[in-house]
């Protein structure tokens, strides 16, 4: 079994910043893709940030520029960092960890950005 634990959600103004964390435990020998994903009410869970096991990243049109992810693979870990917020990137996020085929994922964390 794998668990993920994500931390550094929170409230932040306009044009601040947040660094969000997940570790992962359990029975894991490698990980391949890991990434973050978010979701509003009422809205599917979109894909924010990814990075692959060989480092390659990928990110949505709307956070290029401003949120940068990374992993620990020591640590079984991946953080994103997030400047430059804004009020539509109040969402719920949510960390993923893709092992041999099989996803798994964090209870989410709520980030919201102020006006």
């Known amino acids: 079994q794998v668990q993920l634990v994500e931390s550094g959600g929170g409230l932040v103004q306009t044009g601040g910043s947040l660094r969000l964390s997940c570790a992962a435990s359990?029975?894991?020998?490698?990980?391949?893709?890991m990434g973050w994903y978010r979701q509003g009410p009422g809205k599917q869970r979109e894909l924010v940030a990814l990075i692959t096991d060989s480092g390659s990243t990928n990110y949505a049109d709307s956070v290029k520029g401003r949120f940068t992810i990374s992993r620990d693979n020591a640590k079984n870990s991946v953080y994103l960092q997030m400047t430059s917020l804004k009020p539509e990137d109040t969402r719920i996020y949510y960390c993923n960890i893709q092992i041999g085929g099989m996803y798994y994922w964090g209870q989410g964390t709520q980030v919201t950005v102020s006006s």
């Open positions: 359990g029975s894991i020998f490698s990980i391949d893709a």
